[in-house]
């Protein structure tokens, strides 16, 4: 095993393949758990039904089987590519194509704060560290983490974007954009129609739920960088650059920072792979036709092909996350091989 | 007479940790002339390492607190300087090699980033003592440049090569130029296929490897002063003469004044002008190399002498210096070293007696020979 591109891309693979078994195990888990917590779904899709009905709507999804016929046609269908569909028809599979990008933009964006704001902040909390600067960072990062997201969202929402003048609401100010949305993704699709105005509009509408994903999660990252900074900066390396002559910007930013972000990377991809499951309340507050709003309403809405769907969603993006952690681990220090 | 590098003048550095104050530097005094290699010698916990960190400010704030001295480096006392302006004391003012070369080099950097940043910063200096001029007030010609603008000061965290109005070409022609000068000092410190090595990250390196690059870096930006911290310690004893012996055949080349620490005195020997010896934060004895290794004045510099295996004779047990080191917090009253004297009075419990005086028969000059012990003259010369 070494460091070339092979390499990474055997190592690549290898992770990847370690994704069949977990969302195998996924699928399993959370088709058992709905369809034996609820005994006869359609009775409460079709309250009020006629029985005759409710027969036809057992006949059409299948639930007259034996459960575990029931599970063998869902995994076929579901790897022939036909995720199912909603109790109202609706397919599962063009659902979340929409929603996931629109969820993945957000969680990028906060991701964007979290490294640019964050990681810094550590970097001025560990050089002052027992001083006031880092009581401050600290009083900071917990008030964030300390904050229940609902809470955190909803004085966003009504105190603090009004304050600023922020659109609290969608990801757009219509809901109709003059342009194909090719990505599903606000900001992208408006700047590859190159309509500037619109593409604004879709920052404004993405910085409030970003912010405040960000300013929630933000303290894992401050606090990582925090603590491995401490460990590198009595470390003599740190000496020998300062008797180069470098400035103490130089110093902390490039070579502290540089091997601090190793283990701040590898919590911040975690971090952003569980992000996904994590925007639920906030794409509620905001109204962010992401992931979130569709698998509260996919829950409260029995919608067990559109609930299963979003765990393996969920699932794959805690698995790439890391899987995009380890990479940046082995880019960021030379001493990593592939394995 | 020419000014010394380096003038360390009663110097006094505690450690605050918890409620204990260590008095790791009391009352300490160096001088290093151009072109002299003055080495300290001493025990672990003697000091020693504190005062090559204390030199160019690299000691911890908390817990370290200089309680009083004087750093003269070039004319200019070191702790006047601003701590923002510290950085353009180091370097091509004053460089370092450290004791660890394990941990002294960046992992993270490949060796031609590393050295190439100690190149760059002093070609910046020396631009800026070509085209700007000093603004007058404050001398502040810390090494071989005027006064250094605050933007060069915080920086240029990423570039190799160059200002920005430089053309792309110049910029081209700038690494090149920076990248053959880091070859040229991976050769100097005699690194066999330096084409290879600079490319190569520290982890890859053996440790004598990595020791002789971290020597590459600290030359290349031609510092006046090199403190070089007991550069040999963590090396095998093979490795340790190759170091060694390229250091002193650099001494030549390069004609640097050095502050060489270390507890070896078979290296002081060796490879200084002068020496000072340190007992628990204090210089007892100071002079021109020879002298003190012929005529010893302190009656722990004669311990030390006999304690060193070298003398070693195959009918007797190796000598030791009876008891141990004092608790740097809780220091004996009087002369430091008095409870392990063997020639030791009752007086010396209660008075510390003189800092560092004249020898009688040496000629008066800073370098000649003092000693911080009022019975010197009962010391014997070692056989």
Redesign the interface.
């Known amino acids: 095993m070494g460091r070339s591109l092979f390499d990474l891309a055997i190592f690549i693979g290898k992770r990847l393949l370690y994704l069949i078994p977990v969302l195998f195990g996924v699928v399993v888990i959370t088709f058992f758990f709905t369809h034996l917590a609820v005994s006869d779904p359609c009775s409460i899709w079709f309250p009020r039904s006629k029985p005759a009905t409710l027969a036809a709507c057992r006949i059409t999804f299948g639930l007259n089987q034996p459960l575990w016929v029931q599970f063998w046609d869902y995994l076929s269908n579901l790897l022939s590519g036909n995720w199912g569909t909603s109790p109202q028809g609706v397919p599962v599979y063009s659902t979340i194509a929409t929603a996931l990008p629109a969820t993945v933009e957000l969680v990028l964006a906060s991701l964007v704060l979290m490294i640019f704001i964050g990681i810094p902040l550590g970097v001025v909390a560990a050089s002052a560290a027992g001083r006031w600067g880092d009581h401050l960072v600290r009083i900071f990062y917990l008030s964030g983490w300390a904050t229940p997201t609902y809470l955190g969202a909803i004085v966003a929402a009504i105190l603090v974007a009004p304050a600023l003048g922020l659109p609290t609401s969608g990801e757009y100010n219509s809901f109709t954009p003059p342009f194909p949305q090719v990505t599903h993704m606000s900001v992208v699709d408006a700047l590859l129609a190159g309509n500037l105005p619109w593409a604004s509009d879709a920052m404004l509408h993405l910085i409030m739920p970003a912010t405040v994903l960000a300013f929630i999660n933000m303290g894992i990252a401050t606090r990582m960088t925090r603590s491995s900074m401490l460990e590198v900066l009595p470390l003599d390396y740190i000496n020998s650059a300062r008797m180069k002559g470098l400035s103490e910007f130089v110093v902390l930013y490039k070579h502290a920072l540089r091997n601090s972000l190793i283990s701040t990377t590898t919590v911040l991809g975690v971090t952003a792979g569980g992000l996904l499951s994590g925007t639920i309340v906030v794409e509620e507050v905001f109204a962010w036709p992401g992931i979130g709003s569709y698998a509260f309403n996919a829950i409260t809405g029995y919608n067990f092909a559109g609930v299963i769907a979003i765990v393996v969603v969920f699932a794959i993006g805690v698995v790439v996350g890391n899987l995009i952690a380890d990479i940046l681990y082995g880019i960021l220090d030379p001493r990593v091989e592939w394995r | 007479m020419t000014e010394p590098v380096l003038e360390v003048e009663h110097l006094s550095v505690d450690y605050v940790v918890g409620a204990g104050r260590f008095h790791a530097l009391r009352d300490v005094s160096v001088r290093v002339e151009r072109g002299h290699v003055v080495g300290i010698v001493g025990e672990t916990g003697c000091g020693k390492s504190t005062l090559a960190?204390a030199i160019?400010r690299?000691l911890?704030r908390?817990p370290a607190e200089v309680k009083s001295g004087r750093i003269r480096f070039n004319g200019v006392d070191l702790l006047e300087v601003p701590?923002?302006k510290l950085?353009?004391?180091?370097?091509?003012?004053?460089?370092?090699i450290?004791?660890?070369p394990l941990?002294?080099?960046?992992?993270?950097?490949r060796v031609s980033v590393q050295i190439a940043?100690?190149i760059h910063?002093?070609k910046l200096?020396e631009a800026g003592a070509a085209t700007r001029t000093s603004s007058g007030g404050e001398p502040f010609d810390y090494s071989r440049g005027p006064e250094v603008s605050r933007s060069e000061?915080?920086?240029?965290?990423?570039a190799v090569g160059g200002t920005a109005a430089e053309t792309v070409v110049e910029k081209q022609a700038n690494r090149r130029a920076t990248r053959e000068e880091v070859l040229e000092f991976l050769r100097l410190v005699r690194i066999n296929d330096p084409e290879t090595i600079v490319n190569l990250?520290p982890?890859e390196l053996s440790g004598g490897m990595r020791q002789r690059v971290?020597i590459a870096?600290?030359l290349s930006?031609r510092p006046s002063l090199l403190i070089a911290d007991e550069p040999t310690s963590a090396l095998d004893v093979t490795i340790q003469a190759q170091v060694l012996t390229l250091m002193k055949e650099l001494i030549d080349e390069v004609h640097a004044s050095i502050l060489f620490i270390t507890h070896d005195l078979g290296v002081v020997a060796e490879m200084a002008d002068e020496i000072g010896v340190m007992y628990a934060g204090h210089l007892v004895e100071y002079g021109p190399v020879q002298e003190i290794f012929e005529h010893p004045r302190h009656p722990y510099t004669a311990a030390l002498l006999q304690a060193n295996p070298t003398r070693y004779k195959a009918d007797g047990p190796l000598s030791s210096i009876s008891g141990s080191v004092p608790n740097l917090s809780r220091l004996p009253p009087g002369c430091p070293f008095h409870p392990r004297c063997p020639i030791a009075r009752p007086s010396c419990g209660a008075d510390p007696g003189p800092s560092l005086e004249l020898v009688p028969g040496a000629t008066d000059g800073p370098s000649s020979h003092r000693v911080a012990c009022p019975y010197f003259s009962e010391v014997a010369s070692p056989v």
């Not at chain 2, 941990?103 to 950097?109: G, I, K, M, T, V």
């Open positions: 960190r160019p690299l911890p908390p701590a923002w950085p353009t004391v180091r370097g091509t003012g004053i460089g370092m450290f004791q660890e941990n002294s080099l960046n992992p993270a950097f940043e100690a910063i002093r200096r000061a915080l920086g240029h965290p990423f990250y982890h971290m870096m600290a930006a």
